[in-house]
């Protein structure tokens, strides 16, 4: 059965709205990925205790504490998306070219993060082009969608200027800097479409550098020459850098591929790739080899990419998607693949990382299963907090008909009634 679509503000049980501090609340019967099952308690947006279940609850209550019950809920920290493109997603549903009017924009952007919210991803990181046609219009707009989800969820913007060299580069340029002072707080762009891409890589760390601004570029990572230059350039900048897809690693030579990845490994880069599809960054799909990433020590983040627009005319934005490809199209276990999307997206955000335990923000997510494999391969139903409240929830109901392969079998009935 599909998901229903996420609900555009916080349940009733969510506590105060998003301007105010939330109040505690106490998740019981969850079941953590270790096979434990716990009751926790948020408080001030972070987790205050966890513990046996039944434990807390049976301890003295907080006044206006409220109670969900994640019985038959696996509990995980919430995953981020680390690379999506605001101002494009959801435009694919009208036939002509995008619309950059800026109250479109900010509409599209808002939606496609409650869309992911619903998912989980209480956090992205969302690439937005800057100068040509859309001026710095676009990038106002999904500023002002950042405004509004103040309270559900983290919305971070990547200024991605076309050409940052040469003549035609000087406007790009300006306006890059433009749009660092507007709220942009992180410098990306395609050095790949460049006509001097090392130029473009060598212009963006030096104005990253003027502003003590991440990176976050986008590359195909197909010329092996190229991807070293940009690693031994990036190397001594803090707080760091990251590019994506990075396909073309991946129809490198093996030989080559590892002493790229080597490379990147010790200059810190950090690599997202999209399991899902490429984006409107790239003019080729696939996917960054990812075991041979993390086998030379490069963090590997996953993001959705596209999502409905001119790259991909389909998207989900599901974290959980992207972390079942990786386990299932790319090998890796689903604890490492789900890190990829929760843990290493966090780090890749620059954001605190998340754990079930006292102490750490409550910024996670409930999903109905008990073990993290059946998570990554039917997460219908899922309760999301962020900063200690629930700001979304999405159910689904299986049912079957009465027969007597339901009776004799004991399948699974979630539903209230019986089915005709």
């Not at 907090?385 to 689904?396: D, E, I, K, L, M």
């Amino acid at each position: 059965m599909p998901d229903s679509q996420p609900q555009p503000h916080p349940p009733s049980n969510s506590g105060s709205s998003g301007k105010s501090a939330p109040a505690a609340l106490l998740l019981c019967g969850a079941r953590l990925t270790d096979g434990r099952t716990v009751d926790v308690r948020l408080g001030g947006g972070r987790i205050e205790a966890v513990g046996t279940a039944g434990s807390l609850a049976a301890g003295p209550a907080r006044t206006g504490a409220t109670r969900v019950d994640l019985s038959g809920y696996l509990l995980l920290p919430a995953p981020a998306e680390p690379h999506a493109h605001a101002d494009t997603a959801l435009s694919a549903e009208r036939p002509g070219p995008a619309s950059y009017a800026p109250e479109d924009v900010q509409r599209r952007a808002t939606e496609a993060a409650l869309l992911q919210l619903g998912h989980g991803a209480t956090a992205a990181r969302a690439h937005v082009r800057v100068g040509d046609v859309q001026g710095l219009g676009a990038l106002g707009a999904v500023l002002q969608a950042r405004r509004s989800l103040r309270g559900l969820a983290e919305l971070t913007t990547v200024a991605m200027p076309r050409l940052l060299t040469g003549v035609a580069g000087a406007d790009g340029l300006a306006m890059l800097r433009d749009a660092l002072k507007m709220g942009a707080s992180v410098v990306g762009g395609c050095p790949d479409l460049d006509p001097d891409p090392t130029g473009y890589v060598e212009t963006v760390l030096e104005v990253a550098s003027e502003h003590g601004c991440p990176v976050d570029l986008h590359t195909d990572a197909s010329d092996p020459a190229r991807l070293s230059r940009l690693a031994a350039m990036a190397g001594g900048l803090r707080p760091g850098v990251t590019i994506g897809p990075c396909a073309g690693l991946a129809r490198l030579p093996t030989e080559a591929a590892s002493r790229a990845a080597d490379q990147l490994a010790a200059a810190g880069v950090t690599v997202v790739c999209l399991p899902q599809g490429g984006c409107c960054g790239t003019d080729r799909r696939g996917a960054a080899p990812v075991r041979l990433l993390r086998a030379a020590g490069v963090r590997v983040s996953a993001g959705s990419g596209a999502l409905r627009d001119a790259a991909n005319p389909v998207g989900r934005g599901d974290p959980l998607e992207a972390a079942y490809l990786l386990a299932s199209a790319h090998g890796l276990r689903p604890e490492d693949a789900y890190d990829a999307v929760s843990s290493s997206a966090r780090a890749t955000l620059g954001l605190p990382e998340v754990r079930v335990e006292a102490g750490f923000p409550a910024d996670l997510l409930a999903v109905r299963g008990s073990r993290l494999s059946g998570a990554l391969s039917l997460a219908y139903s899922r309760i999301v907090v962020h900063r200690g409240r629930v700001v979304a929830r999405t159910s689904a109901v299986r049912e079957y008909c009465n027969s007597a392969a339901t009776a004799e079998l004991g399948l699974p009935r979630q539903g209230r009634g019986a089915l005709s």
